[in-house]
């Protein structure tokens, strides 16, 4: 048996042999880390578990087509007031990732980490990683598998949820032979693939479009235009009030330039706080230079966050970009 699937075994066993969970979201939440702790939280409930599910803040509303999606507790809204001994954290890169959610774990807390990024820091006391799977929603179809946990619509609906949007619509690199099987097999439990890809791909809210107009307004390209920086000021945020939901896909408008190999967008979500995004086209491993700046991710996309102005993070982020593209010999 691999560590992999001994680590499998593990969790399906914790989840089977307690009855009080708490399921954690990533910080910032997408729909792989949504759709993994709601498939998660409909396993448990099956097996007539108790849990709760959190987010450090608010799950953006496009994803409340998920079952479940009403039961994800806002932390900053919400407090508990109370600690959990059990705990799942799904798509988590880093301990740092769970955010305030931390402040729930008991003293004597048994974390299981599920996750699929390169950077993970192993911070759980059971840690299923698999950085070959493309979304941590695939492994969560395997820990269902592992513990013959029965899927139903709702849990492939949501683990669906999570292979979509981790693989950008089944297009990024990351999409396997293994991915569109699973994908296939969700399918046949009713799973609507229209209605999903509508609701987490293709509906852009009217903030958004506002935000995208400024960014391009203020697009700059560097390094002979192998770089595309976008740069979203806490005015620009403010003024067209928009969310950080509003941000999603803002940074696949530099990478996907002709030519561009690595799109950075630099947000500042507040001020002296600046939220870095990258995604690279082929050959600059962006979760190396991520995690230089205490942040994380995958090879292709990662994102860290910075203490300063803009321009400082510019600079920052300019300057390691550099390096990277001198590195893979794209800088000349
Ligand atoms: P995004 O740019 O969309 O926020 O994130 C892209 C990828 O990088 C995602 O896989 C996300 O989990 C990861 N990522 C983004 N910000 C951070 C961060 O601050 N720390 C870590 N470890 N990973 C991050
Ligand atoms: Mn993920």
Redesign the pocket.
């Known amino acids: 048996m691999s560590e992999y699937t001994a680590r499998l075994q593990d969790a399906a066993r914790f989840m089977r042999e307690h009855d009080d969970f708490l399921i954690i979201s ?1 910080v ?1 939440p997408d729909g792989d880390t949504t759709g993994s702790a709601l498939a998660v939280g409909l396993m448990l409930e099956q097996l007539g578990k108790r849990c709760t599910l959190v987010n450090e803040g608010e799950t953006p509303a496009k994803f409340g087509f998920m079952p479940g999606f009403e039961r994800i507790v806002n932390l900053r809204e919400q407090p508990l007031g109370r600690t959990f001994s059990c705990v799942i954290a799904v798509d988590a ?2 301990s ?2 769970i955010g305030e959610a931390a402040s729930l774990l008991a003293p004597d807390a048994r974390v299981v980490n599920i996750d699929h ?1 390169p ?1 993970n820091d192993r911070f759980g006391q059971v840690n299923v990683i698999r950085t070959d799977a493309a979304a941590t929603a695939e492994i969560i179809y395997e820990l269902a598998a592992a513990g013959q946990f029965p899927v139903d619509e709702s849990i492939a609906t949501c683990i669906y949820t999570g292979l979509l949007t981790d693989t950008g619509g089944f297009r990024y690199s990351n999409t396997t032979p293994r991915v569109m099987e699973i994908a296939a097999r969700l399918l046949a439990y009713g799973v609507k693939p229209g209605e999903i890809a509508e609701r987490c791909l293709e509906s852009i809210t009217l903030e958004h479009v506002h935000l995208l107009q400024r960014a391009l307004g203020a697009l700059k390209l560097h390094y002979r235009n192998r770089v595309a920086a976008l740069k979203v000021s806490h005015a620009d945020l403010t003024e067209t009030n928009a969310s950080p939901e509003d941000l999603s896909g803002l ?1 696949n408008y530099g990478r996907n330039i002709e030519g561009v190999e690595v799109g950075v967008l630099l947000t500042e979500n507040a001020p002296g706080v600046v939220k870095v ?1 990258l995604r690279s086209r082929s050959l600059v491993d962006v979760a190396e230079i ?1 995690k230089s700046l205490g ?4 090879a292709r ?5 910075l203490q300063g102005g803009l321009e400082q993070a510019e600079e920052l982020v300019l300057a390691k970009l550099g390096e990277a593209l001198a590195g893979v010999g794209l800088r000349d």
């Open positions: 990533h910032s890169a880093d740092k990732r990024h950077t940074v995004s991520a942040g994380g991710g995958h996309a990662a994102g860290c966050t």
